[in-house]
């Protein structure tokens, strides 16, 4: 009898129970949870601040256990900060009055690494799961327009706007230059601005949108918007660079008077399509689509269709299309989201299949309101467009006065049918959307938070994450998690396929004469 006690009372000491693991500490996040690295034992991703990540699927109400830890599943999954990066000082580009400042990221895309171009001119990478600066350096004069990975991770690219504007290739471990190219020897050069003039530094030449691509090449815009004795110029030419530097393709033939910009390639790397414009004095060249859409095959740079929108009489006397711009090879469509609220799905051969008059003017009493289609994107058969806060339209009486009511569309993620345009969900909340991020398994889009111009709440700032997968009917199932910023977040943000999500954070007057918030990446899971 006494054996078989003492056998018991070993059995009872072997068999450890869940009772007996601590709760409470476990922080659910989408498809993992976070836990000291204590508790976590031998599995999960290490993370700043003592953390371990471990991906493990959840579902609401479930009692989950990882590690020594167990707890209860919450409805909705937390948005944790993992770490920030402080990007300096710009109070006094913020006490002035200027706009929030031109941050560009990426991470690589085995999600190791995190590079950031600064407004102030500093290219930073660092590790994308600790926050640990790997190389820095600060480029003369400048400050970063885009950065950009090689596909196989083993280079970054980096435009800059500056009297010079180059565009250089660097080794991403320590930020040495493998090649470089004088953008300013083809859109031409112009003198840095007075250092009391907040916006000077958009009249120098720059490379936009870089985007590397399958073969090695890198794709950018050469551009320059400047005066020269009292008139405004325009100077804008595409190219295809080889690596080492080479031009292997460009059009047009010579710079352009006009602009292009925000270039979106296709998925399968065949196409391109631009937003063509043009600020210039004179006329406007009469062979461009300028307010509209200008699609060039890759990787020969050839021009393949081009479209336009008739303006918006009488609020509006000019089309405009800015970012609101995506091309699709396997679902054969561009995307063309205007400034005025409209909303086109074209063909690859630029004819129009499908419009929605999205957020175009409508009369609130007597006096007109809009939105604007700011960002864009065609994924899996769909078409994506972000709207803007209400607005008074430019060619009314009073644009400058506060619009009298909400226009129905505003501040809106909407989920199109790209075939036809017939509208899938959208969702809509007081938050001023800023940007549009696809993560790169097509799980979810990102959109950021930023400034409102008459909302004083300060809770409604950060980056939305939205479910794109099979799932709900309604915008509002389909936001999965907040990830809450101090201060507003701007339109550029980046996504890994495991869930991180980098966002710029702007510091904001207070309106006695501090500042709340800071200049900032912040990285959340």
Known sequence: MLLSLLLLACADDAAPTSAAAPTGELVFVRDGVLLPRA????????????????????????????????DIAPVKPECVPLFTVDLGDVSRLVAMGGEAPDTALAFSPDGRWLAVGSYRGEVLVVDAWSGAVVARQTLSEATVKQVAWAPDGSWLAVSEQSPDAFVRVLDPGTLGERWSLRLADIVEQSLPPDGEDLYGIYTLPAGFGLSPLADGSLLVVAGHSWAVDGVRRNRF???????????????????ASATFLNPAVSEDERFVALSVGFSADGDPPAD?????????????????????????????????????????????????????????????????????????????????????????????????????????????????????????????????????GALAWSWSGDHSLQGLTISPDGDEAIVAAGARSADERRDLFGALVFDLGPGPAGGAERLRTTCSTEGPALFTHAATADGRIALVEAPEPTGTGGQRGAYRVTVFR
């Open 39 to 70: 508790d976590a034992g031998p599995q999960g991703q290490p993370t700043s601040g003592d953390r371990v990540l471990v991906e493990t699927p959840w579902t609401p109400g479930a009692d989950v256990a990882v590690g020594r830890l167990h």
């Open 237 to 255: 030419q595409v190219l295809r660079l080889t690596d080492g530097g080479a031009i292997a393709a460009r059009w047009p033939d010579a710079p």
């Open 288 to 420: 461009l689509p300028v307010g509209g859409m200008q699609l060039l095959s890759l990787p020969d740079l050839k021009p393949v269709a081009a479209a336009t929108a008739e303006p918006l009489e009488p609020w509006f006397h000019e089309a405009r299309l800015w970012a609101g711009l995506a091309v699709s090879g396997a679902s054969q469509r561009v995307l063309m989201g205007f400034g005025d609220g409209r909303l086109q799905l074209r063909d690859l051969a630029g004819q129009l299949v499908a419009a929605r008059d999205t957020g175009a003017p409508i009369l609130a009493g007597e006096v007109p309101i809009h939105v604007g289609i700011g960002w864009g994107a065609l994924h899996a058969g769909q078409a994506l467009v972000v709207t803007s806060p209400t607005r008074i339209p430019w060619g009314a009486a009073a644009p400058d006065l506060r619009p009298p009511s909400a226009h129905p569309a505003e501040n809106s993620l909407q989920v199109l049918d790209a075939a036809d």
